[in-house]
Protein backbone atom coordinates (compact mmCIF):
# COMPACT_ATOMS: atom_id res chain seq x y z
CA UNK A 1 0.00 0.00 0.00
CA UNK A 2 1.17 3.45 -1.03
CA UNK A 3 1.23 6.03 1.65
CA UNK A 4 2.33 9.91 0.80
CA UNK A 5 2.96 12.36 3.50
CA UNK A 6 3.08 16.17 2.87
CA UNK A 7 4.10 19.05 4.85
CA UNK A 8 6.17 22.35 4.72
CA UNK A 9 3.06 24.67 4.19
CA UNK A 10 2.15 27.30 6.40
CA UNK A 11 1.77 30.97 5.98
CA UNK A 12 4.02 33.15 4.12
CA UNK A 13 3.87 37.11 2.85
CA UNK A 14 3.58 37.70 -1.08
CA UNK A 15 7.10 37.37 -2.17
CA UNK A 16 8.14 34.54 0.20
CA UNK A 17 9.11 31.22 -0.54
CA UNK A 18 8.06 27.90 0.52
CA UNK A 19 9.67 24.17 0.28
CA UNK A 20 7.46 21.02 0.09
CA UNK A 21 7.88 17.94 0.81
CA UNK A 22 5.99 14.61 0.21
CA UNK A 23 7.25 11.08 1.37
CA UNK A 24 6.39 8.04 -0.44
CA UNK A 25 6.28 4.53 1.46
CA UNK A 26 5.10 1.43 1.17
CA UNK A 27 6.67 0.78 -2.34
CA UNK A 28 9.84 1.69 -4.89
CA UNK A 29 9.80 5.17 -5.13
CA UNK A 30 11.81 5.00 -7.72
CA UNK A 31 8.91 3.42 -10.34
CA UNK A 32 6.69 6.12 -9.46
CA UNK A 33 6.47 9.81 -11.47
CA UNK A 34 5.20 12.53 -8.92
CA UNK A 35 2.95 15.31 -8.80
CA UNK A 36 1.51 18.18 -7.49
CA UNK A 37 -1.62 19.72 -7.42
CA UNK A 38 -3.74 22.67 -5.33
CA UNK A 39 -6.83 23.65 -4.74
CA UNK A 40 -8.07 26.61 -3.59
CA UNK A 41 -11.76 27.69 -1.43
CA UNK A 42 -14.32 27.08 -3.85
CA UNK A 43 -11.94 26.00 -6.65
CA UNK A 44 -11.21 22.62 -8.75
CA UNK A 45 -8.30 21.20 -8.41
CA UNK A 46 -5.61 21.60 -10.30
CA UNK A 47 -2.40 19.92 -11.62
CA UNK A 48 0.30 22.45 -10.60
CA UNK A 49 4.04 20.15 -11.03
CA UNK A 50 4.69 16.47 -12.45
CA UNK A 51 8.23 14.81 -12.39
CA UNK A 52 8.92 11.90 -14.29
CA UNK A 53 9.68 8.22 -12.53
CA UNK A 54 13.66 9.20 -13.31
CA UNK A 55 13.27 12.84 -12.42
CA UNK A 56 14.87 14.43 -15.57
CA UNK A 57 11.39 15.55 -16.88
CA UNK A 58 9.42 17.75 -15.01
CA UNK A 59 6.86 19.99 -16.46
CA UNK A 60 4.53 22.81 -14.72
CA UNK A 61 0.96 24.45 -14.76
CA UNK A 62 1.83 27.69 -16.91
CA UNK A 63 1.65 30.03 -14.07
CA UNK A 64 4.08 28.87 -12.17
CA UNK A 65 6.90 28.32 -14.50
CA UNK A 66 10.01 29.99 -13.36
CA UNK A 67 8.42 30.73 -9.98
CA UNK A 68 8.35 27.03 -8.93
CA UNK A 69 10.70 23.95 -9.12
CA UNK A 70 9.37 20.08 -8.59
CA UNK A 71 12.54 18.02 -7.75
CA UNK A 72 12.73 14.33 -6.73
CA UNK A 73 15.18 12.60 -4.46
CA UNK A 74 14.97 8.79 -4.80
CA UNK A 75 17.65 8.09 -2.09
CA UNK A 76 15.25 9.65 0.53
CA UNK A 77 11.55 8.48 -1.24
CA UNK A 78 10.95 12.31 -1.05
CA UNK A 79 9.58 14.73 -4.00
CA UNK A 80 9.98 18.69 -3.38
CA UNK A 81 7.90 21.89 -4.51
CA UNK A 82 10.44 24.67 -4.09
CA UNK A 83 7.99 27.77 -4.39
CA UNK A 84 9.28 30.93 -4.49
CA UNK A 85 8.30 34.51 -5.62
CA UNK A 86 4.64 33.30 -4.12
CA UNK A 87 1.46 35.43 -4.51
CA UNK A 88 -1.59 35.35 -2.52
CA UNK A 89 -3.23 33.40 -5.87
CA UNK A 90 -1.24 30.49 -4.89
CA UNK A 91 -2.71 30.03 -1.98
CA UNK A 92 -4.79 26.42 -1.82
CA UNK A 93 -4.43 23.01 -0.57
CA UNK A 94 -1.73 21.50 -2.56
CA UNK A 95 -1.43 17.52 -2.55
CA UNK A 96 1.22 14.76 -3.49
CA UNK A 97 0.18 12.07 -5.87
CA UNK A 98 2.13 9.74 -7.01
CA UNK A 99 1.32 6.78 -10.27
CA UNK A 100 3.71 4.27 -12.22
CA UNK A 101 2.33 5.98 -15.51
CA UNK A 102 4.82 7.53 -17.84
CA UNK A 103 4.27 11.40 -17.08
CA UNK A 104 0.45 11.53 -15.89
CA UNK A 105 -1.09 15.16 -15.55
CA UNK A 106 -4.39 14.58 -14.50
CA UNK A 107 -6.20 13.98 -11.40
CA UNK A 108 -7.29 10.87 -12.89
CA UNK A 109 -4.03 9.62 -13.90
CA UNK A 110 -2.83 9.74 -10.29
CA UNK A 111 -3.81 6.75 -8.37
CA UNK A 112 -2.15 7.76 -5.03
CA UNK A 113 -2.67 10.88 -3.18
CA UNK A 114 -1.43 12.71 0.11
CA UNK A 115 -3.56 14.47 2.88
CA UNK A 116 -2.69 17.79 1.38
CA UNK A 117 -0.35 20.63 3.40
CA UNK A 118 -2.03 24.51 3.67
CA UNK A 119 -0.37 27.22 1.88
CA UNK A 120 -1.60 30.79 2.49
CA UNK A 121 0.44 33.65 1.07
CA UNK A 122 -0.57 36.90 2.43
CA UNK A 123 -0.85 39.86 0.91
Known amino acids: QVELVESGGGLVQAGGSLRLSCVLSGRTFSSYAMGWFRQAPGKEREFVAGISRSGSITYYLDSVKGRFTISKDNAKNTVYLQMNSLKPEDTAVYFC????????????????WGQGTQVTVSS
Open 97 to 112: AADTQLLPRTEREYNY
